[in-house]
């Protein structure tokens, strides 16, 4: 079910691809820096396995928006490590190691766009969405 909060978070996201589409050239100032997105991740993660239901975290510099479809619909994180950092078509991408409550541990890919507020995709969700 999309609660007025998922709403939100797709808005923002059809905001980010409207402006990245008008200034392909300047595509870089939406992409955060490594660290920065390390960041936007780990509280993504961390909120996720601490239980708590996909929202916007405001506990960090700037806030962070998660889209995983695994967490809006209800899927309990057990265990995520941290595997490494990659470019992929210029935009920062995190490998994870995720342990779902029922589920086998598996290997992930996050991509991490825009600036204020960080955008948390996992791969599969930011190429459902039209990869911006």
């Known amino acids: 079910m999309w609660d007025g909060t998922c709403r939100r978070c797709w808005l923002k996201l059809g905001l980010l691809t ?31 396995k601490s239980g708590a239901k996909l929202a916007t975290i405001t506990t960090g510099p700037v806030p962070v928006d998660t889209f995983d479809a695994r967490w809006r619909d209800g899927k309990v994180l057990e265990s995520y490590e941290i595997l490494g950092y990659e470019s992929v078509e210029n935009r920062p991408t995190i490998r994870v190691r ?9 290997e992930d890919t996050f991509v991490i766009v825009g600036n204020n507020p960080l955008l948390v995709f996992r791969k599969q969700d930011f190429d459902k969405a039209g990869g911006l």
Request: overall charge negative; aromatic content about 4%.
């Open 18 to 48: 409207l402006m990245l589409a008008g200034c392909a050239d300047d595509e870089s100032r939406f992409l955060p820096e490594e660290q920065a997105a390390r960041v936007a991740l780990e509280a993504a993660l961390s909120s996720w």
């Open 98 to 106: 995720i342990g779902l409550q029922g589920d086998a541990v598996v």
